[in-house]
């Protein structure tokens, strides 16, 4: 049994986690440069708490601007186990309406402009996102959410675009008709991957705010629209969050699911011809592995 340390990293909407106890805002240098803003840390029912707004204070940040690898390696790196991401995004679902929350289990990565792996030249590793959420995590998630008396839904695919402009309405229904996906957001790629790499349980939440651009009778997506969304959800999210240190206990077993353990078998560069410089930068998040 170690430590349970869990991380929520906050979209559009969250900026804070509620009755958190001796709450401080800590920077954290890390290799990849620095995160989006200092991270919340404390506790919260006697579970060590970290929050990290994705877009920062003010939301500075734009989808492609965030930096994923500084964020992952900074939770990795204060020692987070478990990372929850709630974000903002559309639905292609009429029963995943506005207001609406949705477990995700699966991914479309769409985006072209970030960079999304810690490892390359020097130290090559391939990990498996086939299955790209911890099913342990979600199960948390979705346990919370409705005793939180939120309408959510378990399972569904998560169309991850660049940004920031929202979608087309041709690429709208090809994502909904052609490609099967049921949510489209603009974050959590490539931050499901590097979690992966970095080894930690990763669940998304997503907060339905809007229907896209496909739905006949609701048009374009209308940020005023989205932004009156936002505010229920964000009290919707900080309730799901609050209920997260009860679920997941202050200790936690080793994920059954290997989520803690992805790097096994994946680096693939012999010791002998791994580049130094890569292999210091990976020292949070792959320190198991190369040290």
């Given at each position: 049994?170690?430590?349970t ?8 909407g ?15 240098a890390?290799?990849?440069?620095k995160p989006?803003d200092?991270?919340?840390t ?31 390696d900074?939770?990795?790196r ?17 029963e ?25 030249p020097?130290?090559?590793a ?17 346990t919370?959410?409705?005793d939180?008396g ?14 920031p ?25 490539p931050?499901?991957?590097l979690a ?7 669940a998304?939440v ?8 496909w739905?006949?009778?609701h ?15 964000a ?25 803690d ?25 792959a ?5």
């Amino acid at each position: 049994m170690t430590p349970t340390r869990i991380a929520v990293i906050g979209g559009s909407g969250i900026y804070e986690i509620d009755g958190l106890e001796d709450a401080k805002w800590v920077q954290v240098a890390t290799p990849w440069g620095k995160p989006s803003d200092q991270i919340l840390t404390g506790t919260l029912d006697g579970v060590e708490m970290a929050f990290l707004p994705r877009h920062g204070r003010g939301h500075v940040h734009t989808p492609t601007s965030v930096p994923y690898r500084a964020n992952i390696d900074a939770l990795k790196r204060i020692g987070c186990t478990d990372v929850i991401s709630v974000s903002a995004c559309g639905s292609f679902r009429e029963e995943m309406a506005p207001g609406d929350f949705v477990i995700i289990d699966q991914f479309i990565d769409r985006t072209v402009n970030r960079d999304k792996t810690f490892f390359g030249p020097g130290c090559v590793a391939h990990v498996s996102v086939a299955h790209p959420t911890c099913p342990r995590l979600s199960d948390a998630c979705e346990t919370a959410a409705r005793d939180a008396g939120i309408n959510v839904h378990r399972g569904g695919t998560y169309l991850a675009m660049e940004g920031p402009q929202f979608s087309t309405l041709a690429e709208s229904r090809m994502y909904r008709e052609s490609w099967c996906a049921d949510v489209i957001g603009m974050t959590n790629m490539p931050e499901a991957k590097l979690a992966r790499e970095a080894e930690l349980c990763y669940a998304s939440v997503a907060m339905i705010t809007d229907y896209d651009s496909w739905h006949p009778d609701h048009g374009e997506v209308d940020v005023t629209q989205i932004i009156a969304t936002l505010t229920g959800n964000a009290d919707k999210g900080r309730n799901l969050v609050a209920r997260l240190p009860a679920l997941l206990g202050a200790e936690r077993a080793p994920c059954p699911h290997f989520c803690d353990r992805a790097l096994e078998y994946a680096i693939m560069t012999s010791p002998e011809a791994r580049d130094p410089d890569v292999v210091a930068k990976l020292d949070a998040v792959a320190g198991r592995m190369l040290g």
